[in-house]
């Protein structure tokens, strides 16, 4: 069952995401977080919510979705900086409690399988998703297994056009894989809460809610979710029936 909020613009996008994120913003709970620019103002509502509030995550526990492979921890486009750059250096969650999945190393596979444990471990509550250019969910692109775990993927090359703004423009600087949570993973958390603005995702907003659940489209999956949220801007649903 999907929820769909239709919102204003970003700003309104990032106010309403917030009010469902606050629910979870509790002892116990787990938060299934992601990167990209889509969640940045989720994340300043919690860092103001935190310093205004006291709203402490000493007892929340975190997963991320994805990692680029071979970017150094310190690259400050790894998901790693990006999380403690934006978040976890704001608020006090538990360094051993925020969890990005790992993309250096020797057995990446292995690594992977183990983040799947984890998160089998302690389910994940809500998970926060963006939304690939392409439909991608996490690093998920179009034709990944639905049933997938964590594993290291190839990125499509429209998500290497897309993300090259944050390697200086520049094609041949972006990784060409990441370590991603799975579709299968995805799928188990409890809540899921998806943001889309901008006309650059009006396709794949589209494809996602009214196409059929098909592989092509990996956000379609969440149609078959008993339990999502998807606040969409104007311009990422102009194309909505
Ligand atoms: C990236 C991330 C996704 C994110 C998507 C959209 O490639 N792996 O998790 O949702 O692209 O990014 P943005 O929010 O910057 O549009």
């Known amino acids: 069952m999907i929820n769909i909020i239709r919102v204003k613009d970003y700003e309104e996008a990032s106010d309403k995401a917030f009010e469902v994120m606050k629910q979870f913003l509790v002892p116990g709970k787990v938060l299934g977080l992601a990167t990209g620019s889509t969640p940045l103002g989720l994340y300043a509502r919690m860092v103001k919510d935190h310093e205004e509030n006291g709203t402490s995550y000493a007892d929340i526990h975190s997963y991320n979705l994805d990692e680029y492979v071979g970017l150094p921890l310190e690259h400050p486009e790894s998901y790693y900086s990006f999380m403690h750059r934006n978040l976890f250096n704001k608020i006090d969650i538990r360094e051993e409690n925020a969890h990005v999945p790992s993309g250096l190393g020797e057995d990446l596979e292995e690594q992977a399988r183990k983040y799947d444990e984890m998160i089998d471990n302690e389910p994940v509550d809500i998970q926060l998703l963006g939304l690939g250019s392409d439909g991608h969910i996490a690093f998920n692109e ?32 972006v ?8 579709i299968g993973t995805i799928m188990k958390a409890k809540h899921i809460l998806l943001l889309a603005c901008g006309a650059n995702k009006a396709q794949a907003v589209k494809d996602m809610l009214e196409g059929p659940v098909d592989e092509s489209c990996p956000a379609s999956i969440l149609q078959n979710h008993p339990d999502v949220t998807v606040i969409i801007d104007e311009p990422a649903a102009a194309l909505l029936k």
């Open 142 to 173: 179009p034709g990944t297994p639905f049933d997938s775990g964590t594993h290291v993927c190839d990125l499509a090359e429209s998500t290497i056009r897309d993300n090259c703004r944050f390697f200086d423009n520049d094609m041949s600087k």
């Open 175 to 182: 990784p060409t894989q990441a370590v991603t949570q799975g």
